[in-house]
């Protein structure tokens, strides 16, 4: 099946569930202010106003002096096309491994694994930087405000210098597919300034009539930053790079217009600035340089369209389109008596102990934003800093990891009712199974399609660390299509759609469970376990003192491994097919080796009760089955839940962002709403600018982006994922209200909220109390809603809300 095709078949599943979001009957209230605010223009990225349409990400600084615009585009990646057979003796080496696994030989099989090695992945490179020179010399300008309003995704500046109010206001088109910039001056006072533009890759930037353009070529390679200075880090081939073109254009002003190297406007009340961008880009398997897209026309046309209407009408469009997404759900946790507070200060107010309840839901809402401005259908998936990075060796390539960090970005995207921006992840998969059916045989000779911890937007799938530099410990581990996998399921779970399923989905799950089928191997017992095996980044002690990484049976692996063979196996009775093969993953799935509960009464990460190097270590992968899984849960499993709960207590609520993050999630399933309160507090700990620590002391920047620390978006969709799961949860067959509510939020309502089996669910509560829930259903038929250790059954009917 052709990616096009899987495209709409997504698509349709998308307006099935739109379809099934009725409004409410009642008579709209106003909706509540959504806005980030700052008194000074920002020095720094993480002080900056983050714009985007899913495609193009504009940063605004906010300057007086200039203005400072840092662009993005999602498909603009170094590199080409990978190469999947770059390890074509590979499997060779497994029954080497797995002897010494097996044999007790940690140190053998830690060496022989690196040999499954490749290349690292590409970087999501930086396409250039916007400026517009004011001129305002050493200008000190009074009532300054910048400002970022999430729900119409406008972002503005506003300032008084020379008896003249200065006003910019700034947006990323969807629908129209440009940057739209309006300056205007009030007063005495006129607009003179001129248009540059610069870009950390081979550029050239010329000025021509009402134009700017800013052309250029991404490196065929880029090293990972954390390999340090070396030689070729950064590497140019003027043939198979990708290009790109940026434009600015005058399209509308009073001024006058002139060029010389720049573009200027002088003598003007009004100017309305559009930016278009495009690539060479043109599908993970084809040279961006000698099969690519003619990124100037792309450009060009992007533009025409834009500049047939008026600022307006853009405008207009654009919040229209923004807001059929943002709006679908509103939180209160009560009055705000603190936005009329910069945001930094809100949040540093927060960290040193004040209650700030509007500001959590500001930041939950803030979660929505960004995901709606860096996922949209057609595109690409979000990357680790989403789509914006101002780096051409940016931390871990701003690429695609998925052993925690490229999943974290779509766990909001189901429940906080934003199906169609997981849409890009979804059909991102078809690629890395074509790449990944390649990596599963040659390197270890298995069936079906898999993917390592890595990847880009070329679809790699191999083992990363330039063919045996890299340790296991980060390079070998190879669940990464099982857990992407996960997420079809869940796209199904929460909309019933069985034509996509059939037609897209349950192909990609079966191939990732083939994979599993071939890849598993008994232990010295019977069980079924992966070997060779590491949990991701993640490292043991034995009782001898070896400290490791490679081993068999992690209970992560086999956590996720479990998780999708029971979502291939409810799949395939739904769909009435594969009955041979759904019984060879049923007899697989009993033969899979159980979790373990260790010594200390926690959940054991490795096959034996072994230590971990760091106790407080960053991932908790192995807690897989608790969250984002449901193979644990209270009801079912309520031992293992009981040592997942000591595993959350042996490693605290600190570390990076995003493991705080995931925290909110494993306390909210474990239905404790005053520890994942605590982890908030924690992720919105106030991270200044020069706080340079990185993997320890995680927490939020002044303008709400999340710090690992440095800079990940991860953290940000962990977080409102988390709050949602506070809220609501149905993983394990009912709709659960306030499963996890903190004393801190005694009164509160969300509306809009998505539950699994095609529910959408307003609730209210009042003194810790539920006070009122509205569940409208997607389809005809019972369901249970269960609140306070109480389940009670309803009936319901498609549309029509059920109050309780």
């Known amino acids: 099946m052709s990616l096009e095709k899987s495209i709409i078949l997504l698509a349709f599943a998308i307006s099935a569930c739109s379809q099934a979001q009725p409004a409410q009957t009642n008579e709209p209230e106003p909706l509540p202010k959504r806005v980030l605010w700052f008194e000074a223009p920002a020095k720094h990225f993480e002080e900056a106003l983050p714009l985007g349409n899913g495609r193009i990400g504009a940063t605004v600084y906010g300057g007086i002096k200039e203005e400072h615009i840092m662009m993005n585009d999602q498909t603009l990646w170094a590199g080409g096309p990978v190469n999947p057979y770059m390890t074509p003796n590979a499997k060779q080496y497994l029954p080497a491994i797995r002897e010494a696994l097996f044999k007790e030989d940690y140190p053998l099989a830690n060496q022989l694994t690196k040999k499954l090695q490749g290349k690292f992945s590409e970087s999501y490179a930086p ?154 880009f043109n599908g993970y398997d084809r040279n ?68 700030d309840n509007d500001l959590i839901a500001l930041y939950y809402q803030f979660g929505r934003y960004l995901l709606i401005s860096s996922s949209r259908p057609g595109g690409q998936p979000a990357n680790l800093q989403g789509i914006w990075n101002g780096q051409l060796r940016p931390p871990w390539s701003s690429n695609y990891t998925v052993n925690i960090n490229t999943e974290m970005n779509y766990w909001p995207a189901e429940n906080s009712n934003l199906s169609e921006m997981h849409t890009p992840l979804l059909t991102f998969l078809q690629g ?17 399609w898999c993917c390592h911890h890595n990847t880009d937007i070329w679809a790699m799938t191999n083992a990363v660390g330039d063919f045996g530099q890299g340790d296991p410990v980060w390079a070998n581990w190879n669940m990464g299509g099982v857990w992407l996998s996960t997420h079809l399921w869940e796209r199904f779970a929460f909309q019933r759609d069985s034509v996509p399923l059939r037609r897209y989905a349950y192909p990609l799950m079966k191939g990732a469970a083939l994979f ?57 009775q739904i769909l009435g097919i594969d009955a041979a093969f759904r019984d060879s993953v049923e007899q697989a799935l009993g033969k899979l080796y159980p979790y373990q509960v260790g010594h200390k009464g926690n959940l054991q990460e490795w096959y034996h009760d072994w230590e971990d190097q760091d106790p407080n270590h960053r991932h908790l992968s192995h807690l897989f ?9 209270i009801e079912k499993t309520p031992e293992l839940a009981k040592a997942c709960r000591r595993s959350l207590e042996l490693r605290t609520n600190n570390g990076t962002g995003w493991s705080i993050a995931w925290k909110i999630s494993l306390w909210a ?136």
């Open 625 to 633: 089955g608790l969250y984002p899984g449901h193979s644990i849960t």
């Open 432 to 448: 890395l199974s074509k790449t990944g059916a390649i990596t599963a045989e040659t390197v270890y000779g298995c069936r079906g």
């Open 516 to 572: 599993c089928l071939d890849y598993l191997t008994e232990d010295k017992h019977g069980y079924l376990v992966t070997a060779p095996s590491t949990s991701p980044e993640n490292q043991y002690k034995t009782p001898e003192g070896y400290i490791g990484s490679v081993l068999y049976g992690a209970t992560a692996d086999l956590a996720m491994i479990r998780e999708l063979f029971l979502d291939v196996i409810e799949a395939s």
């Open 288 to 355: 961006p340089g000698t099969e690519g897209k003619d990124e100037s026309l792309y450009a060009q046309n992007f533009l025409a369209s834009a500049a047939a209407k008026s600022y307006e009408e853009l405008r207009q469009e654009h919040i229209e389109d923004f807001n059929r997404f943002f709006n679908r759900v509103e939180l209160e946790l009560g009055p705000s008596n603190t936005a009329s507070i910069p945001t930094p200060q809100r949040l540093q107010q927060f960290s040193e102990g004040k209650a």
């Open 127 to 280: 396409l250039g930087d916007f400026y517009l020179d004011f001129g305002q010399a050493d200008a000190t300008p009074e009532n300054y405000r910048r400002e970022l309003d999430i729900r119409n995704a406008l972002a503005s500046v506003e300032y008084s210098l020379d008896n003249t109010i200065y006003r910019r206001e700034y947006f990323t088109s969807y629908p129209g597919q440009v940057v739209a910039i309006r300056l205007t001056a009030e007063g005495e006072g006129k607009l003179n300034f001129a248009v540059r533009a610069s870009s950390q890759l081979q550029h050239q930037a010329r000025a021509q009539g009402r134009q700017l353009l800013l052309t250029g070529q991404a490196p065929v390679h880029a090293e990972p930053s954390y390999r340090g200075d070396m030689p070729n880090a950064i590497v140019y081939n003027s043939l198979n790079g990708m290009h790109y073109q940026a434009i600015a254009f005058i399209s509308q002003t009073d001024g006058q217009i002139s060029t010389d190297s720049l573009l200027r406007v002088s003598g003007a009340k009004e100017a309305i600035i559009l930016i278009s961008t495009a690539t060479s």
């Open 669 to 804: 399933r474990l239905r404790d709403g005053e520890m994942a309160y605590d982890a908030i507090q924690k992720l919105l700990q106030y991270h200044g600018l020069d706080q340079a620590t990185e993997y320890q002391g995680g927490g939020t920047y002044p303008n709400l982006l999340d710090a690992h620390p440095p800079f990940q978006i991860d953290g940000n969709f962990g977080g409102t994922a988390g709050i949602t799961e506070m809220l609501l949860q149905s993983h394990d067959g009912a709709i659960h209200l306030l499963p996890a509510l903190p004393k801190a939020w005694p009164s509160g309502s969300v509306k809009g909220l998505r539950a699994r089996g095609g529910y959408t669910v307003d609730i209210s509560w009042e003194e810790g109390r539920l006070k009122k829930a509205v569940i409208v259903p997607d389809f005809d038929g019972k369901f249970s809603v269960r609140y306070d250790g109480k389940t009670q059954e309803y009936a319901g009917k498609r549309g029509v809300g059920i109050e309780m």
